[in-house]
């Protein structure tokens, strides 16, 4: 499974933002599949599943936690404009790193022989893109200020791409880690980037560096992530230059480089074409609204999946045993996403208003919709590592492709004519729509009847539904208030679990909780 979660565009943006990029771009194939290294000194699938998932879901909740007491506090400062250049800086950031990556580091990890070598040639790489993406940045700045109408946004993004070149140097531990399955290691390095990124990023808000606290927050963060990956795993900094291993690994990794440069269509090009066509202050709350409605889900997502694939991949010629495990993870994911993604939609309008402030009413309807968004990509990711273990990856690259076809084709004419409103609704109906592609393939690549897979998330989506029209309903009646928004979210969630044990006679809460029963006993360990 690509780590890709673990560099830096998902270190600004998930632990700052949420995980906007933070899904792994770098979708596994068939020859990943065929190659995976995998220590035979693993405990069982599942266990190790699901004690992994709780160490990187850890990170996750800390980090998603950050990202939202941060934001409602740098958005009390900054202005939607400020946001919006800052969008268009870690989008772009988002696109490069993915460049730079390369699919190295699953290529490194997926290997048996030669590996220092591989992360002494993977470092070569690394900094070669590196110099060569930053060089070009510097030669286009003034094409990208005449793009965006902004001449902040070319020196954003050259400064961000200081990442790039820290990043590298954590690359050699980050690759044995990874390739040693030590989620523990990798997820206490994520939050201790989540941490210093905040506080470095609010400290420097109040002191007046406008967006450029942020874009400090996050060099330091990446900083910080790199040392603790180091002192985690010893690893060889030492770079070489044989060109025979150079062309294997960006042979392996070219494929995946065309996977990431797919995933930025669909998850990135949305906000560029905003920026041009409506403006880099809308883009600002289009951004907002993108990194609170699809944190949630994404962050779960993210979570799983970046353990899901090396799981999936030890079981993968057990289809029985394959279609069990895949069910439970997304009946499991379903569990908790749904409360929290409805339950945000439902709020909306409380929520920005009392937690963001009057200056982003306009976030209001986007957050509602695009949460809904955040709800089926919580699933859509696992689902396609479940599609990916099986060697059935044409059908998400099908999927990818009319995906980023309509994206790019219709993004534009719908932003002219009903504004961000209808960008949300665009792209929210898109993954709707990829959400029940994936369902169906899901069922079909296991051999099993669509029912099978659809009725263990029917009593998690009729409860979040239920959840949702009450909390519709109280919301628009009662005050406005941070007591208010604290009641009706206790409220909203206690209510799911009422509807939830009674529709699925209490299997549900029950499963979930042998879950956690089973993840806690990994907390802590290497």
């Known amino acids: 499974m690509s780590s890709h979660e673990q560099i830096i565009s998902s270190r600004i943006a998930g632990y700052l933002f949420g995980p906007f990029l933070s899904v792994d771009l770098h979708l596994p194939t068939e020859r990943i599949i065929r190659n995976m290294h995998i220590p035979n000194s693993l405990p069982s699938a599942g266990t190790q599943a699901v004690r992994n998932i709780s160490y990187v879901g850890f990170s996750q909740l800390a980090s998603m936690l950050l990202s939202i007491g941060t934001v409602a506090i740098v958005a009390r400062i900054l202005t939607p404009e400020d946001f919006g250049v ?26 048996d022989t030669r590996i220092e070598d591989s992360i002494s040639v993977g470092i070569t790489l690394r900094v070669i893109i590196a110099v060569l993406i930053s060089g070009g940045v510097v030669a286009a700045s003034p094409l990208l200020s005449d793009f965006f109408g902004n001449a902040a946004i070319p020196l954003v993004v050259m400064v961000l791409c200081v990442n790039l070149f820290v990043s590298v140097a954590g690359f050699p531990s980050q690759a044995v880690l990874t390739r040693s399955l030590r ?29 450029w606290s942020i874009v400090f927050g996050s060099i330091l963060g990446t900083i910080v992530f790199v040392v603790s990956l180091m002192r985690f ?161 044409r059908y998400i690259s099908i999927q990818a492709s009319v995906q980023g076809l309509l994206i790019v084709t219709l993004t534009y004419p719908v932003a002219m004519a009903f504004g961000i409103d209808g960008v949300c609704l665009l792209t929210t109906f898109l993954s709707l729509a990829v959400f029940i592609y994936s369902i169906v393939i899901m069922a079909k690549v296991l051999r099993t009847r669509l029912m099978e897979v659809v009725r263990p998330l029917i009593p998690s989506y009729v409860s979040g539904i239920v959840m949702f029209v009450i909390l519709v309903v109280l919301c628009a009646a009662l005050p406005e208030s941070i007591w208010t928004l604290a009641f009706l979210a206790a409220l909203g969630f206690a209510l799911y679990l009422i509807m939830l044990h009674i529709l699925s006679e209490g299997r549900d809460i029950r499963a979930f909780l042998a879950i956690l029963r089973g993840a806690l006993p990994g907390i802590g360990q290497s």
């Open 86 to 111: 800052l969008g268009i800086g870690i989008v772009l950031i988002g696109l490069f790193s993915g460049i730079q990556d390369f699919g190295i580091l699953p290529s490194v990890v997926q290997r």
């Open 183 to 211: 989620f523990s290691n990798l997820a206490i390095a994520g939050v201790l980037q989540a941490i210093t990124t905040s506080s470095v990023s609010i400290a420097l808000v109040f002191l007046g560096f406008s967006y």
């Open 233 to 393: 795993q010893k690893a060889s900094l030492r770079p070489k230059l044989e060109i025979p291993l150079m062309k294997d690994l960006l042979g392996f990794g070219s494929h995946l480089l065309v996977v990431s440069l797919m995933g930025f269509v669909v998850f990135g090009i949305d906000q560029i074409i905003v920026a041009r066509v409506l403006g880099v202050a809308v883009l600002g709350v289009y951004f907002v609204a993108v990194r609170f409605g699809r944190t949630i889900g994404e962050q779960m997502a993210s979570a799983v999946s970046r353990v899901l694939f090396p799981t999936m991949s030890r079981i993968k010629d057990d289809l029985e045993r394959l279609k069990v495990s895949s069910i439970q993870t997304i009946r499991m994911i379903s569990i908790l996403a749904v409360p929290l993604s409805l339950g945000l939609s439902a709020l909306s309008p409380l929520f920005v208003r009392v937690v963001l402030g009057e200056g982003w009413v306009e976030a209001i309807v986007p957050v509602a919709i695009i949460s809904c968004q955040g709800l089926f990509q919580s699933l859509i990711l696992p689902i396609a590592n479940v599609i990916f273990s099986v060697g059935k990856p």
